[in-house]
């Protein structure tokens, strides 16, 4: 009975959100956007993660439910899992994806018809691709509390198109 | 249909003890001086005991009832409340408890609660801390009849969670779950007689 959605489209869902939330919607207000992009992710987070922790047993502790993230959770959205785990085994943990599914197809290269010196440009172009991945952001937010698990989650591009994701756990 | 006969003299002391006995339904009247006085009612049949679920409760990760929705006719919307309160204690004390078990919990007996029927109370808790809590009436009830149960029922619970609509930690107001759900008991109802 599952319905089927092509990849596409949902890119072109995430893409449109984004730019309605951050053009139209919050224009003056790019932190008011961000935090509302984040809100939807989380509850999708929410949903999703009771959907797919329906056949396993409990989690034991937090490291078990992030494991989950990368491996099940991670495979069940985007059709792969997380690459690289670390931790500093005090309540932060990096998630870092080398090639993330809804970064792939930007270009990370800085529109020419920006005025201004290219470090300028460069930053801008960081910042409107940064606005793409609060949603991810908020959806481990979400699945990670449902779990029993409040934390903050952010993340770090610094290398296109990886893409790391820092979860602090709040104690 | 008798019930009950009680004579009560001008200083004597009564005690009535109402008893099931072979399955038949047995007084006793304690006379103050050692005397007793037993009336057997044998032609009361007690009801066709199919199992019956009695009642089905969804509980939140804070103790918050999401759904709850009894199948008797007779309802005691209280009463069950109060059972299914009362089998929330037992929950945290095996969750809390360092033994390992799956997700799935079997509660037995919650004591006669009342001297005619006998409820039997399972629980399922998920990972994300929701309870399902299921009332039952009493028979050999199997383990695989339970568990077969609350897996259809976390399904319909998954999908009516992802109703956008949906508010969590708020109630389930959604009429489709209530059909889905009142399927799930009626299938398996019907199932297991004798």
Redesign the interface.
């Known amino acids: 009975m599952a319905r089927e959605v092509s990849e596409s489209c949902m890119d072109s869902l995430l893409t449109e959100i984004v730019s309605s939330y951050c053009n139209v919607l919050y224009a003056a207000k790019p932190e008011l956007a961000a935090r509302r992009i984040e809100a939807i992710g989380y509850q999708v987070g929410h949903q999703l993660s009771e959907r797919y922790t329906m056949e396993r047993p409990r989690f034991s502790d937090h490291l078990e439910a992030i494991k989950f993230i990368c491996k099940d959770f991670w495979s069940e959205l985007f059709k792969k899992q997380i690459d690289n785990l670390k931790t500093n085994h005090r309540g932060t943990f990096v998630l870092q994806d080398d090639k993330f599914a809804w970064l792939s197809r930007m270009s990370g290269e800085p529109s020419t018809e920006t005025r201004g010196s290219a470090q300028e440009a460069g930053n801008k172009a960081a910042e409107t691709t940064g606005m793409h991945l609060y949603f991810p952001c908020g959806i481990i937010r979400g699945a990670l509390s449902n779990l029993g698990i409040p934390c903050a989650v952010s993340a770090d591009i610094s290398n296109l198109p990886a893409c790391s994701f820092v979860i602090r756990i709040k104690v | 249909m008798i019930v009950c006969i009680a004579v009560v003299g001008h200083q004597t002391e009564l005690k009535i003890l109402m008893e099931k006995k072979r399955g038949k339904w047995v007084f006793s009247f304690v006379h103050s001086k050692v005397k007793s006085y037993s009336i057997s009612i044998s032609g009361i049949k007690p009801r066709a005991r199919e199992k019956m679920i009695v009642c089905i409760a969804v509980v939140g990760?804070q103790n918050n009832p999401l759904y709850i929705q009894s199948f008797t006719e007779a309802d005691d919307a209280l009463k069950l409340h109060h059972i299914v309160h009362c089998s929330l204690d037992v929950v945290d004390e095996r969750v809390n408890n360092p033994k390992?078990s799956?997700?799935m919990l079997n509660e037995t007996f919650l004591g006669l609660l009342y001297p005619t029927e006998n409820y039997k109370v399972y629980g399922y808790?998920?990972?994300?801390?929701?309870k399902f809590i299921l009332v039952t009436t009493d028979l050999d009830v199997r383990d695989a009849d339970v568990r077969n149960f609350f897996r259809r029922f976390?399904?319909a619970y998954?999908d009516a969670?992802?109703n956008?609509f949906h508010v969590?930690g708020k109630k389930i107001t959604s009429k489709t779950f209530a059909e889905r759900v009142t399927n799930i008991v009626k299938s398996v109802s019907f199932h297991t007689t004798g």
């Open positions: 990760h390992k799956g997700p808790l998920t990972n994300t801390k929701v976390h399904s998954l969670v992802s956008p969590p």
